[in-house]
C-alpha cells in the first residue's frame, strides 16, 4: 500500500511558469526516498505539497489513505533552519509537539486521534538520551552547535512518532564530519521507527547515502518522475564502496546532463 | 549595557547623596535644602499626603501601561502577522509615531475634560505607538521557517498564536515599555498640573509654587525619581526573568 501518492498533481506559484504538471509519483510505506536536484528545480515545493503547507492547483496528494487538505499530526517537517524556538531550551523545544497537542486536545485535525495525553516527559527523555543530548536538556538553541540544534529538532519530530517523516536539505549548514553522523544516525532511527522519508537535498552524496530511491528532479515543469534505485545498504561503509560510487557517478551524469539542456537551471 | 554590581549604585547613590551635600551646605540657599532634611521630610510625610499622592500617581501610570498593553500589543502582533494590514496601516503609524504626545496634554484634557481618564490617555498614547512598533517589528521577523515547523507539529492559527507570537512579542513589549517609563513619568507630571488635586505632579507644584514649602517640594521629586526608578527596576527585573535566553553567555 502506498504511504504517498502524489495523483496528477500541478502546481505554480502565482504568475510563474508551472513547476510540476499531471505529475504522478508514489512512495511504499517503510522506504526512504531522496528527492534531488537543482536550487530552483521545484524539489522544496514538492516537499511543502506533500507536507499539506502547499496545495495543488490540480491533483491531490493521499497520504495513509487519506487525501490531504491541510498538514496531517503524524508527518514530521525537518527543515535546514531547525526551525527550534529560540527563547525554549532543549527539553521545552522537545516538549512543543506534546504541548500543542494539549492545547488543542485529540480532535483529529491537529493532533491524532488516539493521542495519549500521559508519559511525555518519560518520551522526552527517552530522545534527548537517544539523540545524545541529556547533557544539554536545559541549554537554548543558540548555546547549540549547528548539529546539536538539528539533533533537537530531529528529537522533537520523532517523540511525536510520525509514520511520515519528511526532510528539506536537514544537513546543508553542517560541517562534514556533523553532517555524515547525522545522516547515520537519521537512518538508524527512521529504521527503528520504520518510518517512511523523504529527504529532500542538492548533495549528490547525500542523495546517493540517504535514499533507497532517488527521484531526480531537474528542469521544471515536472511531469514524469525519473527514478534511480539505489542497491542500498544502510551502513557507514556503504560510502567506501563501489556500488555508492557508481550511483554518484549516475546521478552526477544525468544532472549535469540537463545543465547542458538548460544552462539557466544553474545554482 | 554594562552589567552593575549592587554594590557600585549604592556607592554611586551615596556619592551623589554628598555632592548634594556639599553644594546645598555651601550654597545656603532655601531652594536647596539638605539632603537629610529632605529624607526625613519625605518619611515624615509619605505615611500622610505624600503616600496618597504616590498612589494617585502609581495608579495613573499603571493604569496606563496596562491599558497601552492590551491594546498595543495584539495590534501589533496582528499587524505583524498580516503585511497586507500592515501595508495600509504603516503610513499612519510613520506619521503618528514620532509627534511628542505631549503636546497633546492640553487638546486632550479640553476634550475629555477633568478626572483620571483624560491623564491616563496621554500615558497610554505615548506607550501605546512604542509598544505597537516595538511587537509589530518583532512579530514581523519571526521568520518563516520557523512558523513552517510549529505548523508542522500541528500548529494551527491559535497555537501559533500561543506558543509562537506572544513569546515572541513578550520581549518587545517589556522592552517598549522599559524604554517608555522615563517619558511617561515626566508626562505624568505634566497631567497631574492640570484640573486635579492629587498626584506627585500637583504635590510638588503646589509646594514650590504656592506653599514655597522647598523641602516638601524636593520630598515629592524624591517620590517622583522612586515611582520612576521603582518601575523601571521591576520591568528591568521582568524582562531579565522572563527573557533569559536573549542574554546568554555564549561559548
Keep these: 500500500m ?20 499531471d505529475f504522478t509519483w508514489s512512495v511504499t510505506a517503510g522506504e526512504i526516498w531522496t528527492i534531488l536536484g537543482p536550487s530552483g528545480c521545484g524539489k522544496s515545493t514538492l516537499l511543502m505539497l506533500i507536507a499539506g503547507l502547499l496545495h495543488p492547483q490540480q491533483g491531490e496528494v493521499t497520504v495513509a489513505g487519506e487525501v490531504l487538505t491541510r498538514p496531517r499530526p503524524r508527518t514530521g517537517l525537518i527543515l535546514q533552519d531547525y526551525g527550534l524556538l529560540p527563547w525554549a531550551t532543549v527539553r521545552q523545544n522537545l516538549a512543543l509537539g506534546f504541548e500543542i497537542r494539549r492545547f488543542y486536545g485529540p480532535d483529529g485535525r491537529h493532533a491524532p486521534s488516539d493521542e495519549r495525553f500521559e508519559n511525555h516527559a518519560a518520551k522526552i527523555d527517552y530522545w534527548l538520551k537517544r539523540v545524545g543530548l541529556d547533557q544539554l536538556a536545559d541549554a537554548y538553541p543558540a548555546q547549540l552547535s549547528g548539529g546539536e540544534r538539528q539533533r533537537t529538532a530531529i528529537a522533537r519530530t ?110 | 549595557m554594562t552589567k552593575l554590581r549592587p554594590w557600585e549604585i549604592i556607592l554611586t547613590l551615596l556619592a551623589l547623596l554628598v555632592f548634594w551635600h556639599i553644594v546645598a551646605s555651601i550654597a545656603q540657599l532655601p531652594i536647596l535644602p539638605l539632603p537629610h532634611r529632605v529624607l526625613l521630610t519625605f518619611f515624615k510625610e509619605f505615611p ?51 509627534i511628542p504626545k505631549v503636546v497633546l496634554a492640553p487638546i486632550i484634557l479640553l476634550f475629555l475634560g477633568v478626572g483620571d481618564f ?82 506627585l505632579g500637583y504635590y510638588i507644584y503646589l509646594n514650590g509654587s504656592t506653599l514655597f514649602n522647598y523641602t516638601a517640594m524636593y520630598a515629592g521629586v524624591l517620590a517622583m525619581s522612586l515611582l520612576g526608578m521603582g518601575l523601571y527596576f521591576t520591568v528591568d527585573a521582568l524582562e531579565k526573568r522572563l527573557c533569559r535566553w536573549r542574554n546568554l553567555n555564549l561559548p
Aim: aromatic fraction near 8%; charge should be positive; include cysteine.
Design chain 2, 48 to 98: 500622610q499626603n505624600l503616600g496618597i499622592h504616590f498612589l494617585a500617581s502609581l495608579y495613573r501610570v499603571i493604569s496606563s501601561i496596562g491599558l497601552a498593553v492590551l491594546l498595543a500589543a495584539p495590534a501589533g502582533l496582528i499587524l505583524g502577522q498580516g503585511p497586507r494590514l500592515n501595508r495600509v496601516f504603516a503610513p499612519l503609524i510613520y506619521l503618528l509615531y514620532p
Design chain 1, 2 to 21: 502506498p504511504m504517498l501518492d502524489a495523483h496528477a498533481l500541478s502546481f505554480s506559484y502565482a504568475g510563474r511558469a508551472p513547476i510540476f504538471a
Design chain 1, 158 to 267: 520523532l517523540a511525536l512518532s510520525p509514520d511520515l517523516l519528511l526532510m528539506d536539505e536537514p544537513f546543508s549548514s553542517l560541517d562534514a564530519p556533523t553532517r555524515e553522523s547525522l545522516q547515520t544516525l537519521t537512518l538508524t532511527l527512521c529504521r527503528e521507527q520504520m518510518l517512511t522519508v523523504v529527504l529532500v537535498t542538492h548533495a549528490i552524496e547525500e542523495a546517493a547515502f540517504m535514499g533507497q530511491r532517488i527521484l531526480l528532479l531537474k528542469d521544471p515543469p515536472h511531469h514524469i518522475p525519473r527514478i534511480i534505485e539505489n542497491p542500498h545498504t544502510p551502513d557507514v561503509a556503504f560510502r567506501s564502496s563501489a556500488v555508492y560510487q557508481g550511483i554518484c557517478g549516475q546521478l552526477r551524469a544525468q544532472l549535469s546532463a540537463s545543465e547542458r539542456l538548460a544552462p539557466e537551471a544553474t545554482g
Design chain 2, 118 to 199: 483624560p491623564k491616563i490617555i496621554i500615558i497610554f498614547l505615548i506607550l501605546f505607538f512604542q509598544i505597537l512598533v516595538l511587537v509589530r517589528d518583532s512579530a514581523a521577523a519571526i521568520r518563516p521557517e520557523l512558523l513552517l515547523s510549529v505548523r508542522s507539529l500541528g500548529a494551527g492559527r491559535r497555537a501559533l498564536f500561543r506558543f509562537v507570537y506572544l513569546p515572541a512579542s513578550l520581549p518587545a513589549v517589556l522592552t517598549a515599555v522599559r524604554q517608555s517609563i522615563g517619558t511617561a513619568v515626566a508626562v505624568l507630571y505634566v497631567a497631574e498640573l492640570f484640573a486635579t488635586r492629587w498626584g
